[in-house]
């Protein structure tokens, strides 16, 4: 086993970013990352604790979800999920943060890195009501870093691709959950219904 230890090691190995790479940094929105955003039904938003236990959550919502405040600032809405809130405690206490931006059929990505703090309200919540729900918590992000990024890995992965999809041999989310969580009090049958029948109609409820 070779493990890399130091950067020297890994530029040997990976070679230079070529030119255009290094050179497609931005720090402000151009009119095509606004955009970009406006078109994305999903990101996946990182962050990491002080001390650097990470986090990667998926957020969805309608094309546009995220709100564009100005050419460096960006929005992304509260809505009612678990309510662990991992990502939301970590900027408590880091406020560093990664977006990633999706479309679907686009092999590109929008990467996003900035400062985010937490609001429990602000003027611009009103614009971002969603089946009448108003958010109770956006998070607000001072961007620092934009840039696309190439569409190897969607490539790679076929992800756009359904006729390159394997059948996923795997049990329903409900028979994962009881066995994973095997303390859960309600039945398979509960869960499947659960799942099936009742969880859609909770997307925007608290």
């Excluded at 130091?6 to 070529?18: K, N």
Aim: glycine share 6%.
């Amino acid at each position: 086993m070779s493990e890399i230890t130091d950067p020297a090691q890994l530029r040997e190995l990976l070679g230079e970013p070529g030119p255009r790479a290094v050179s497609k940094e931005r720090t402000a929105l151009h009119p095509r990352d606004r955009q970009w955003i406006a078109n994305s039904p999903f990101i996946v938003l990182s962050t990491s604790d002080a001390d650097g236990n990470c986090d990667a959550s998926p957020k969805g919502d309608p094309a546009g979800f995220v709100k564009v405040l100005d050419d460096s600032t960006i929005v992304i809405p509260e809505r009612p999920g678990n309510r662990r809130a991992d990502g939301y405690l970590n900027i408590l206490s880091n406020p560093h943060v990664g977006v990633l931006f999706l479309i679907p059929t686009r092999g590109e990505t929008l990467r996003v890195n900035g400062r985010a703090r937490l609001l429990s309200d602000a003027p611009y919540f009103d614009d971002m009501v969603v089946q009448g729900h108003r958010p109770i918590l956006a998070i607000e992000i001072a961007i620092e870093q934009i840039f696309f990024h190439c569409a190897k890995a969607m490539l790679r992965s076929d992800l756009w691709k359904p006729e390159k999809w394997a059948a996923v041999d795997m049990p329903s989310h409900a028979r994962m959950v009881k066995e994973l969580q095997p303390q859960t009090t309600e039945t398979v049958e509960q869960l499947e219904d659960y799942y099936a029948n009742h969880y859609e109609s909770l997307l925007y409820k608290s």
